[in-house]
C-alpha cells in the first residue's frame, strides 16, 4: 500500500471538468454532471459480478453502496473524484470515540517531515465525539458531545497527543450519572419520555463546533450556547461556571425570546444569548470580529445580533454594534468581514418553538426549511458608532440556496480575470462573498434528512452516519452584490462548476482583501453530488485553475486548518494540516492521523503524515496556535 497516493495533474481551466478527462476503464462508461449513471447499472447479474469480482463503479446504483473488500474499485486510482467510497467505512465517522488518549509520536515514527516553523505550534481541533450514554443513542450526530483534540509540534520532531472531552456543566453531570440528563439541540432527549421533557425548555451546550485561541486562551464554541474555557495544555475545562459570558456580554437562558421583560424570561430560561461558532480575524485591523445571537419569536420576528471588535490581548471590546435582522428567525451558520461591512446570508428558516416547549421535538427540529422564499443578505456597517445599533442594508437573494461556511468577503467586485465591470468607478458599489453551501433545498425539517438512513449490503458501524444519497451537494458559490442597486449575482466560484467541496478557508493574512486569490478546502468529488471528503483542494479564485490531491478512496480527509509559513511571501506561502481517517485491509475500523501539505503544491501531496494509535470520530473545525502567539 502506498503511504500516499498521488494524483496526476488536475488542474484545469475556468470551466474545466475533471470528469471528462478521466480515462476509463473498458468497461466503465463516461460520466457527467450529477450522473447517478455510475451507479445506475442493471443488477441482474449482480451476484455474478460480485462472485467474479469483476464489477465496475457502474454496477452500484446507491453512492457508497460498495462493499470494504471490493478493493478493485475503492483502490483504483481511476476512480478518484468520482465520488467512490464505502458507506461501511464512512459510517465510522460519527461512532464514539472511546476513550480519551495522551501519548507522544516519535519523531521517527513521523513519515516526511514536520516544517521547522510549524514545531512549537499547537494544532487544536473539536467536534462530535460521543453519540451514547448508558447505551441510550443520541437522536442526531450533531448532538455529539464535543471532543477536544490537541497536537503539539514540539522542537526535536516529536508530535504530542492528547484528546478529551469538553466537561461542561451538562457533561459532568451526565458522566457522574452514566443517564442522558440533558436535550440536545437536534432532538435527543432526555431519558424518562414525553413527560420528562414536557416543558423543559434547557439544553445542552456540546460544545463540539470549533475552537478559538485569543488573548492567550482557548474555548470550545457551540453556536447554540455559550463558549466554554479549555486549559490550552491540559484541555480541561477552566472556569468553574464552564461556560465564559465575556463579563456579562452573553447572557445566560436559551437564545428564544417571547419578548418579555428580561428578568421574568431569566426566570424561565429564556432571553439568554448565544456566541458564534465561527468568529473571524481582521488581519488589517487585527481584531477579533464576533457576535452573540437571540431570536424573538414574538411579537415580531427577529434575530437581535450584538456584533463586537475584541482587540489584540483583550476581551473588552474596542466596538460594539447592534443590529436586528427583522424577519429572520434563526442565526447564521457563518459570516463575512469585509474592511467596511459584516455580512450574513440568512438561509430560509422558520421556528416553530411549540414543539420544542412541549417536549416533542429538539430546538433544531423545530426548524423548517423554506427553499421557495429567498436567502437575504444582511450587511451590516463596521462604521456604525461603538455602542450603536445599526440599520441593516438587506438584499434579496435566489431561493433554493443555503448558505453554511464563508472562508471571506471583501469590497469591491471579484479579482476573477474574466469578470468586468461596465463602469470602473462603479467598483465601491459592490462586495464579494464566497460561501460553501447546498445547490438546492428541499422543503422540510432542517436537517432531519441527516439523521436517516436505509438498510446498506454489509454492516455498519454507527447509524447516526449521514447517508450522502440523502444530502445536496456542497460547492463553493461567489455572490457579487451591488449595494446600490439591491442585485445579488450568485454562481459557482470560478473552477467550481459540479466540484463538491466543503470547509473552505484562506490564509488569514489575507481575509477580507479583495486580492485574496486561493481558497483551500476539503473535496469530494467533481460529479456535483454529495459525497464524503476524500482529498484537498486549492482553488485560484483569479484563474480557475484548481490543485488538487486525493487520499484515496477509503481516506476521509478534514477541514484544513491554514497555517502561514514564517517568513512567507505569497499568498499561498502556507502549511495545510488536515485530519483524516484512513480504512485499510488491516486496519478496516480505521485510524487517524494528520496530513501536512504545502500550500504552494497541494498536488505533490502531503509532507508529513502523523498517524495516531486510533480512530476519531470526524471532526468539524479547529485553530493551529504558533510559538510565538502561544
Ligand atoms: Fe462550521
Known amino acids: 500500500m502506498p503511504l500516499f497516493y498521488h494524483t496526476p495533474s488536475l488542474s484545469r481551466g475556468m470551466h474545466g471538468n475533471y470528469a471528462s478527462a478521466i480515462t476509463f476503464a473498458s468497461s466503465t462508461k463516461p460520466t457527467t454532471k450529477t450522473n447517478p449513471a455510475i ?12 462472485k467474479t469480482n469483476t464489477r465496475t463503479v457502474s454496477s452500484y446504483k446507491r453512492r457508497g453502496n460498495i462493499a470494504p473488500t471490493d478493493l478493485h474499485i475503492l483502490n483504483d ?13 464512512w459510517s465510522h465517522a460519527y461512532k464514539s470515540t472511546l476513550k480519551e488518549s495522551e501519548y507522544v509520536i516519535k519523531a521517527e515514527d513521523v513519515i516526511g517531515r514536520i516544517p521547522n516553523d510549524v514545531k512549537g505550534g499547537v494544532l487544536y481541533r473539536v467536534g462530535p465525539g460521543k453519540f451514547e450514554r448508558n ?14 483534540l490537541r497536537f503539539e509540534f514540539e522542537l526535536d520532531g516529536k508530535v504530542s497527543f492528547l484528546s478529551k472531552f469538553v466537561r461542561t456543566k451538562e457533561f459532568k453531570e451526565e458522566d457522574e450519572e452514566d ?8 432532538g435527543t432527549m432526555r431519558e424518562g419520555g414525553f413527560l420528562n421533557n414536557f416543558g423543559d425548555i434547557r439544553t445542552k451546550n456540546l460544545a463540539n463546533t470549533n475552537i478559538l485561541h485569543w488573548n492567550s486562551r482557548v474555548f470550545a464554541l457551540y453556536e447554540a450556547g455559550r463558549p466554554v474555557e479549555l486549559d490550552s495544555l491540559t484541555l480541561n475545562t477552566r472556569d468553574k461556571n464552564e461556560e465564559f459570558d465575556f463579563d456579562g456580554l452573553v447572557p445566560e437562558g436559551q437564545v428564544l425570546s417571547f419578548g418579555f421583560p428580561r428578568e421574568m424570561e431569566q426566570k424561565i430560561g429564556l432571553g439568554g444569548k448565544a456566541f458564534t461558532a465561527h468568529p ?18 414574538y411579537p415580531q420576528k427577529a434575530v437581535e445580533i450584538t456584533f463586537f471588535e475584541f482587540p489584540k490581548n483583550s476581551f473588552v471590546p474596542e466596538k460594539t454594534i447592534v443590529a436586528r435582522l427583522e424577519g429572520c428567525e434563526a442565526a447564521p451558520h457563518d459570516f463575512g468581514v469585509t474592511s467596511k461591512y459584516y455580512v450574513m446570508a440568512l438561509n430560509n428558516l422558520t421556528i416553530d418553538p411549540l414543539p420544542y416547549i412541549l417536549g416533542i ?10 427553499p421557495e422564499s429567498p436567502l437575504r443578505f444582511y450587511i451590516i456597517p463596521r462604521n456604525t458608532c461603538n455602542g450603536g445599533s445599526s440599520q441593516p442594508i438587506v438584499i434579496e437573494g435566489p431561493n433554493k440556496a443555503f448558505e453554511i461556511h464563508t472562508p471571506f468577503a471583501h469590497d469591491g467586485v471579484p479579482i476573477d480575470e474574466n469578470f468586468t465591470l461596465d463602469d470602473e468607478n462603479a467598483n465601491d458599489e459592490f462586495l464579494t462573498l464566497y460561501s460553501a453551501g447546498w445547490d438546492d433545498f428541499k422543503e422540510g425539517t432542517f436537517l432531519g434528512e441527516w439523521g436517516r438512513s436505509a438498510a446498506w449490503d454489509f454492516p455498519i458501524a454507527s447509524s447516526l452516519t449521514p447517508d450522502f444519497n440523502n444530502i445536496d451537494s456542497t460547492v463553493l458559490w461567489r455572490y457579487v452584490v451591488n449595494i446600490s442597486k439591491k442585485t445579488i449575482e450568485r454562481s459557482p466560484a470560478p473552477g467550481c462548476n459540479n466540484v463538491c467541496i466543503d470547509h473552505p478557508h484562506v490564509n488569514p493574512l489575507y481575509e477580507g482583501k479583495r486580492e485574496c486569490r486561493y481558497v483551500y478546502a476539503s473535496l469530494s468529488n467533481f460529479e456535483g453530488v454529495s459525497g464524503p471528503p476524500l482529498g484537498y483542494v486549492k482553488i485560484d479564485l483569479k484563474t480557475g485553475s484548481r490543485n488538487v490531491w486525493f487520499a484515496g478512496n477509503r481516506t476521509f480527509c478534514e477541514e484544513l486548518v491554514v497555517v502561514p509559513k514564517e517568513n512567507g511571501t505569497n499568498e499561498d506561502d502556507v502549511w495545510l494540516l488536515g485530519m483524516f481517517s484512513s480504512h485499510q485491509d488491516d486496519i478496516p475500523d480505521g485510524q487517524s492521523g494528520l496530513f501536512i501539505l504545502d500550500g504552494r503544491d497541494v498536488e505533490a501531496g502531503p509532507i508529513a503524515r502523523v ?20
Not at 443517564?179 to 437536534?186: D, N
Not at 485591523?285 to 437571540?294: D, E, F, I, P, S
Not at 421535538?361 to 423554506?370: N, P, T
Not at 498517524?611 to 502561544?630: D, F, K, M, P
Open 135 to 148: 447505551h441510550k443513542q443520541y437522536k442526531h450526530m450533531l448532538d455529539g458531545d464535543g471532543l477536544a
Open 280 to 297: 473571524h480575524v481582521d488581519p488589517t485591523k487585527n481584531v477579533l470580529c464576533a457576535w452573540c445571537w437571540r431570536s424573538f419569536v
Open 611 to 630: 498517524n495516531l494509535s486510533e480512530r476519531i470520530s470526524h471532526g468539524l473545525h479547529g485553530t493551529y496556535v504558533s510559538q510565538q502567539s502561544r
Open 77 to 89: 486510482e481511476k476512480t478518484f473524484g468520482k465520488c467512490v467510497y464505502s458507506h461501511a467505512d
Open 39 to 50: 451507479f445506475e447499472q442493471s443488477s441482474k447479474n449482480k451476484c455474478n459480478q460480485s
Open 361 to 370: 421535538k429538539g430546538a433544531g427540529e423545530c426548524l423548517v426549511s423554506q
Open 179 to 186: 443517564k442522558v440528563l440533558y436535550r440536545g439541540t437536534f
